[in-house]
T-cell receptor, first 112, second 118 residues
Framework: QKEVEQDPGPLSVPEGAIVSLNCTYS??????FMWYRQYSRKGPELLMY????GNKEDGRFTAQVDKSSKYISLFIRDSQPSDSATYLC????????????FGKGTMLLVSP | GAVVSQHPSWVICKSGTSVKIECRSL??????MFWYRQFPKQSLMLMAT?????????EQGVEKDKFLINHASLTLSTLTVTSAHPEDSSFYIC??????????????FGAGSRLTVL
């Protein structure tokens, strides 16, 4: 079993839909959870950063962490065509990033 | 905001040649930079951790003699792929670590460099 599992998609939704992206993990020592957005042929861009369990909201984006289930989610409300990208979850045991483990990424396509 | 510049963004070379990729933090100092490799539809795989003024720490399975990393200043790290072969063709991404306003570590990525070895 891989440390971080993420459905690669693609996930196709119409504009305005609510999008749910998810990752599961096996390492119970992970405490820091991140979501990155990566446009084609570009480097990842940090979207959300959460520590331990709970919810965090930033505009149209909400990140949820359920450590008991080893499950994290990213919700995108009122999705836009500009949200079309690959979304990578990442997590680490410490805050130093040296042990950052990425999921494979889910490709999201939002059609107008 | 913090910017990490990576150059070149795309390079094509012949098998057997060496290629250097630069990673610069433009508006902050980065004592630590990271180099990743990403194959199509795959996740980012950490290759090495680059610390300013000291030798890089390589991940298991990464050949340090093939992927030379130099971090000579607080704003520049370089990755040299020596004697490149077609199997080295990949997307190489660097990132730089800094301390954010909240005190937490923040990782900023470069735009990546696509290497194609013929």
């Amino acid at each position: 079993q891989k440390e971080v599992e993420q459905d690669p998609g693609p996930l196709s939704v119409p504009e305005g839909a609510i999008v749910s992206l998810n990752c599961t993990y096996s390492n119970s020592a992970f405490q820091y959870f991140m979501w990155y957005r990566q446009y084609s042929r570009k480097g990842p861009e940090l979207l959300m950063y959460t520590y331990s369990s709970g919810n965090k909201e930033d505009g149209r984006f909400t990140a949820q962490v359920d450590k008991s289930s080893k499950y994290i989610s990213l919700f995108i409300r009122d999705s836009q065509p500009s949200d079309s990208a690959t979304y990578l979850c990442a997590m680490s045991e410490g805050s130093g990033y040296s042990t950052l483990t990425f999921g494979k990424g889910t490709m999201l396509l939002v059609s107008p | 905001g913090a910017v990490v510049s990576q150059h070149p963004s795309w390079v094509i070379c012949k098998s057997g040649t060496s290629v250097k990729i630069e990673c610069r933090s433009l508006d902050f100092q980065a004592t630590t930079m990271f180099w990743y490799r990403q194959f199509p539809k795959q996740s980012l795989m950490l290759m090495a951790t680059s610390n300013e003024g000291s030798k890089a720490t390589y991940e298991q399975g990464v050949e340090k003699d093939k992927f030379l990393i130099n971090h000579a200043s607080l704003t520049l790290s370089t990755l040299t792929v020596t004697s490149a072969h077609p199997e080295d063709s990949s997307f190489y991404i660097c990132s730089a670590r800094r301390t954010g306003s909240s005190g937490a570590n923040v990782l900023t990525f470069g735009a990546g460099s696509r290497l194609t070895v013929l």
